[in-house]
């Protein structure tokens, strides 16, 4: 269950162009034992075939001597953590020997080597304040939306009464009103959706959500979810830490403004069947994490013709429904499955309120199907992740108050297309082009020409002198798995207005010290 | 692909089709009894009292009316940035200050004969989260651990369900109260060594559920030393540490490990939640405290899946700060729960029914072995049946709990209002008056 670094994913040899300056041919001897550490196999394998070459070696050559124990994961091959400043009490260490953990929370324990986690880190302990740090880091990897918090703070304020413990500590067995959280995601979805409170199923936020399904649709050793590159950086853990389920990627490429082509889920399909893999599903966001495109009406049809042909299961986080701007219409999977007579068993959908109503620290996420299974696991599962009561007991009047709610997503709305014009207009002078996005709280900026190589290690470079020197945190896509480098993701609507140009000028300073003229590879120059 | 056509139904996985999650057990069977015909003292009089759901109703006014004095400090204060940023708050590292006011609140409860670091505090969505996660950080899945019994039944979805663990019991019984011994201990270790099974750990509860007693000092010494001599985990979940009716009575293992300088003390983890002791299941506050630094940081990643929100941690921050409020808290509850106890076990007696001594939590564990027609599980589910359809109570069988002596019973007292209670007590006089009329 090792979180794949960006830096290292020999099970795509394709992933990568060739960059002018080499770098990828050295690494070649390397790549079949660090396939071995990084993939399937994982530490065990990693340190038990070195290990056990030495060892084989060293009973050739002295042959009276007995076999040596199996390395075990417990062994010392394990990265030591950095130590946490204990003001615990230990003192001494046992001397019986150090009870292990299991092989699933080693590799969770390592430290965070992708730059999503470190720039995030690092944005928090040097965070940028107007007048207390000025000089610190503007946090621009992080999707939350800061815009919009003074319309609840003002229905909070009007509307707040009662006591907060209502009628009792309230047991989580009890059913909980549904009623409001699906009428309130069919008015986020669009007016043609309505959506059942019974298919409804509420969690502790949209990640347990996301585990849940994975953990009932393919938890079963070698199971894989299909998922369009670029993707958000957290599936890596939310999918894969605790389930045991694989994240086969479908690269999407700027050519085609980074859209989903079933071709290309055919053929990464077939590659992992002829692997001995089963697919048991696909993983999709729309509004898309990172690009923040829209999927189309036809879109949709054809991927759950996909699914119906290969027999299987489709997720459709869609966290930023919400959260969209321009011209382009929001289509919700239940959309789609409410108007059609389709083999509805296969489709489930994930929402939260961390996104579109800015509150990710009241923890309300939600899962919606149509399969009766997938319910009542869900169901049962949510013990380990349950709303706690007195947030339900503050939000459900509130999401119940159709106006104020239609009013605030309205709102909402016009403020992020107009801070995403003003931050599209001020990259653009600088010469940073992003993809039209629709939705979602981020813009996907084209820094192609920006990075020297024109690699994966151009492109950290570029994100390193963007979090040291402009102090701007910003998400790489190398972090998205994108198989294009020189593409970040940089989410604008934790910025007031007064902000923007601040910003600009920091990323001006960095653009001028990248050598320019050089010739961008047009897209048949890419390796696959 | 052929496979696929010829199957229509879409894949599930085998989580979301086992029966590990134990639906079928008299837990849940009593349960649906209860939803279908629930006691009103006004509208159903006859209706089944509820005495299966260990919940704390006992002290509930007192935390209402604190809340209600202190609403300022309970929602967002005075402060304009308050709320904005409680909600955006999303760190697993949790409220800095409600660490500290849930280790201050566990100090309290043990009365200062442990101390514990704030930084040590793992927050997580409840105590089955809390139990979850430690057996997905201490234990690969076909491993398993140890657990005395009678156990709490939802150990078996929580501890199996996902993780892939197994449970495998340390066998108590009636002849010494049900205490653990260092027999019963390699036994149970021998057993999953025969079955192939590694042992990664035991956990314990203190004080227990079902049986409502703590766990002697000598007792938990000699579990410590069983754990470090092979080399293992030892989970103690605490939940009903505020439950204990006299606090000097309850012996934390926090106080073991302080007593040997805590040494070899990064095998032994701590289990605490709110819904107990505070009467707050709904709030879903649960807390793992862990002496080994990777269990920490692994287990705070991992709580990713099952944060408290935020709103919650600063509702009950400050409330659980007030020192003097938690202690005379901590007092009052102790104080309710034995008046119910010794309520319960009175009537009982009085119905010639006898419990094991209690000193904690909200149940007694009931001795009714006498109605059993045999010495078997089928006789005690032919009991607990009639209990629940004629006598109209719901109880839990000591099978549900996996007690390896038929005719226990685990009946709760805390969940209702005292005259409710003195109808169920009424109610299981008649049916003891009964039998002995029938039985001759």
Known sequence: ?528 | MAIEIEQPRVGLSKIAVSKTHGEDSPYFAGWKAYDENPYDEFRNPSGVIQMGLAENQVSFDILEEYLEQHAEEASWGKKASGFRENALFQDYHGLQSFRKAMASFMEQIREGRAKFNPDRVVLTAGATAANELLTFILADPGDALLVPTPYYPGFDRDLRWRTGVNIVPIHCDSSNNFQVTPQALEAAYKNAESLNIKVRGVLITNPSNPLGATIHRSTLEQILDFVTIKNIHLVSDEIYSGSVFSPTEFTSVAEILESRSYKDCERVHIVYSLSKDLGLPGFRVGTIYSYNDRVVTTARRMSSFTLISSQTQQLLGSMLSDEKFTGNYITKNRERLRNRYEKMVGGLRNAGVECLEGNAGLFCWVNLSPLLENQTRESELAVWEAILHRVKLNISPGSSCHCSEPGWFRVCFANMSEKTLEVALKRIQSFMEERKITSG
């Open chain 1, 1 to 528: 269950m090792t979180q794949t670094s960006p830096l290292r994913d020999p099970e795509d040899e394709t992933r990568r162009p060739v960059s002018p300056t080499g770098g990828r041919t050295g690494m070649r001897l390397i790549v079949p034992l660090q396939g071995v550490v990084q993939g399937r196999g994982g530490l065990i394998l990693g340190s038990l075939i070195p290990c056990a070459l030495f060892y084989f070696l060293q009973f050739y050559l002295k042959r009276h001597r007995s076999p040596p124990p199996p390395a075990s994961p417990s062994s010392s091959n394990l990265p030591e953590l950095a130590r946490t400043s204990s003001r615990s009490n230990l003192t001494s260490r046992g001397s019986m020997g150090q009870a292990r953990v299991s092989s699933r929370a080693s590799s969770i324990a390592k430290p965070n080597d992708s730059p999503y986690y470190i720039g995030l880190d690092r944005a928090s302990e040097d965070a940028y304040d107007e007048l207390e740090n000025p000089n610190g880091v503007i946090q621009l990897g992080l999707s939350e939306n800061r815009l919009s918090l003074d319309l609840i703070e003002q229905w909070l304020s009007r509307n707040l009464n009662g006591s907060i413990l209502g009628g009792g500590g309230g047991g989580f067995e009890y059913e909980w009103n549904r009623d409001a959280m699906a009428g309130f995601m069919s008015q986020i979805m669009g007016r043609a959706v309505s959506l059942n409170p019974s298919q409804l199923v509420l969690t502790s936020g949209a990640t347990p959500a996301i585990e849940i399904l994975c953990f009932c649709l393919a938890a079963d050793p070698g199971h894989a979810f299909l998922i369009p590159t670029p993707y958000y950086p957290g599936f890596d853990r939310d999918v894969r830490w605790r389930t045991g389920v694989e994240l086969i990627p479908v690269h999407c490429r700027s050519s085609d403004n980074f859209t989903l082509s079933i071709t290309a889920l055919d053929q990464a399909y077939n590659q992992v069947r002829k692997r001995g893999q089963k697919v048991r599903g696909l993983l999709l966001s729309n509004p898309s994490n990172p690009v923040g495109s829209i999927l189309t009406r036809e879109t949709l049809y054809n991927l759950l013709d996909f699914a119906r042909d290969k027999n299987i299961h489709i997720i459709s986080d869609e966290i930023f429904a919400g959260s969209i701007y321009g011209s382009e219409e929001f289509v919700s999977m239940a959309e789609i499955l409410d108007s059609e007579d389709v083999d509805r068993n296969r489709v489930h959908i994930v929402y939260g309120l961390s996104k579109d109503l800015s509150l990710p620290g009241f923890r309300v996420g939600a899962i919606y199907s149509w399969n009766e299974h997938v319910l009542t696991a869900s169901k049962q599962l949510t013990r380990f992740c349950s709303i706690s009561a007195p947030t339900q007991r503050l939000l459900i009047p509130m999401l119940s108050d159709t106006r104020f709610t239609q009013e605030y997503i309205e709102t909402n709305r016009k403020r992020i297309q107009s801070m995403y014009d003003l931050f599209v207009a001020g990259l653009e002078q600088l010469g940073i082009k992003c993809v039209k996005s629709s939705g979602g709280l981020y813009c996907w900026a084209d820094m192609r020409e920006l990075i020297r190589p024109y690699n994966e290690k151009g492109e950290l470079d570029l994100w390193d002198k963007l979090l040291n020197i402009a102090k701007i945190n910003v998400t790489p896509g190398s972090a998205c798995h994108c198989i294009e480098p020189g593409w970040f993701r940089c989410c604008f609507t934790t910025l007031s207005k007064k902000d923007i140009p601040l910003v600009i000028e920091r990323i001006r300073k960095v653009v001028e010290t990248c050598n320019l003229p050089l010739k961008m590879p047009t897209s048949g120059g890419f390796q696959s």
